[in-house]
């Protein structure tokens, strides 16, 4: 059954975030789709994979641009569900949906406590999963890493 771990975001944003999580997950030799709403969020995540660090970058490639998912190791899209590039872990932005969640051995649910539109949306899949018995932690971004808080 499927994982979800709700990742809290409070003192920096997604953009700066995602990119150290991604680079774990990438060690330990997952593939990763990243599921988006908008353009706009997408492009912000693309550019700082290839740029959050000025030694590294994670390869990865965004939907439209003409290359075969399949080959790539994280995968951005804005696709409601399927899983283009043969992903173990679902990572969820904006409240993305996830119907097919149990294509995935893990999500990550993603979302900046700073806006409340956010956190309601996080609260209400929380409890969601809850209902539906998928399993769920709750991690809080803190000034020194990533705290797990509930489970």
């Not at 771990?5 to 990763?32: M, T, W």
């Not at 353009?39 to 590294?56: H, V």
């Amino acid at each position: 059954m499927t994982e979800v771990s709700f990742y809290h975001l409070q003192s920096e944003p997604i953009e700066r975030a995602l990119p150290r999580l991604l680079e774990k997950v990438r060690e330990r030799g997952f593939h990763v789709l990243v599921r988006g709403v908008t353009g706009e969020r997408l492009e912000i995540l693309d550019e700082s994979l290839w740029t959050y660090r000025p030694e590294s970058f994670l390869p990865h490639a965004r939907e439209g641009e003409g290359v075969d998912p399949a080959q790539q190791p994280i995968f951005l899209t804005l696709a409601g569900e399927g899983n283009a590039n043969g992903a173990t872990i679902l990572v969820l932005t904006e409240d993305a949906p996830a119907d097919d969640i149990a294509e995935f051995e893990r999500c990550i649910y993603m979302f900046d406590g700073n806006d409340e539109t956010a956190l309601t949306a996080a609260r209400t899949r929380w409890k969601a999963f809850k209902e539906r018995d998928i399993p769920v932690s709750y991690y809080q971004q803190t000034e020194t890493g990533w705290e797990k808080k509930a489970r």
